[in-house]
């Protein structure tokens, strides 16, 4: 009966063991979404303990400090699990090789892998079995190490883009206000530096494969990734679909990016606790193809562009009465604006509510009482220009 049972925890022992290096692997050293079962058990324990507390938060702000940890939180999750897996395992094949009590299997596995020394084992299988302990102990230290260099490399690359742009774009960032700001520094939107805003993109859709770099903050409350992002798309949509005068292809290009981006990082959001993500995402040049060939009909149906009528309306207002010339037909301008804003209005909103984003306009609802309480939803310019038309502050949203 002992025989059978140490053959079950070698066996055990060994399963665990290639499980938790496959995930170890996949977490850390493949630069694509995991599908890792340990992975995801993690990534979902973490989200749920953090959103538990964080429905307690009173307002955005609170929420995001306090979600400002679930990141690198989730990050040492990982190393603490899979050193007690390892642990784990080798204690089990310790057991399964014979003549190791259980809590001495513990003993020689755990100074194994923190590589002290204090247990000595005998015998040419437990000795091979303790140098391997001990070499992938320093080995997952070593990995861990470089893995976190990397997030916080892809993580100040993200950041320090998003400062440079903060000027121009706002914050909390909205479409509509990054062309008025650069309507008043006399630097339409076509001839704005759109090479250095897609060189971003296409950076964020590649640093963005690690789905644990999606919950690392930005440290200010107003700024968020998905917030101007969706900004420059809303932008570049607004003056392809509403301003006169030939289209920009660079701001296609941008839209189509842009659009793909979302889709690529819903995808990586939904595979950090899922088993599926769904079927992959439209190349972008297929999202190009969808702006430049648009349905003509005006019979067909208005895509849902994820706000309603009147905000698109408030925000043309917005642009006229700053002197950006719109076309006559807003009817005409609004079906266009629907067909280029579904292209990525669905998963950018999923991301800004997974994430729990800056509640800024057209960004689409949150979850939770705690959104609604930031008193901030209009950004910079369109609060000051309604004071300077009423005289007064404006009021906070309720």
Known sequence: MELILRIAALLAGLGLLWTVIRAAVGTMLIPRPTRQRVSRWVGRLVHTLFHLFARRARSYAQLDHLLAAQGPSAVLAFLAVFLLAFLGAFALIFYGLGGTPIVQAFYLAGSGLSTLGTFNASGLGPVAVLIASAFMGSTVVAVFIGFLLTLYAAYTARETALAGMALIIGEPAWGPELLVRLRRLNNPLENADTTAWIDWICSLRINHVYPVLNHFRSPFPNRHWVVSLLALCDAAAIRLAAVPGERDLALIRLLAEGANAFDLLRESEIARTHVYAGPPPPSPWLIERAILEPSQAD????PDPGLSREEWDRAMSFLEENQIALNPDRDASWRAFCRLRSIYAEPAYFLASALCAIPAPW????????????????????????????GVARPSSP
């Open 363 to 390: 960004s689409g609802p949150r979850h939770g009482r705690t959104a609604s309480k930031f008193p901030t939803h209009w950004p910079q310019l369109a609060r000051e220009h309604w004071e300077e038309r009423h």
């Open 299 to 302: 019979t067909a149906p208005v």
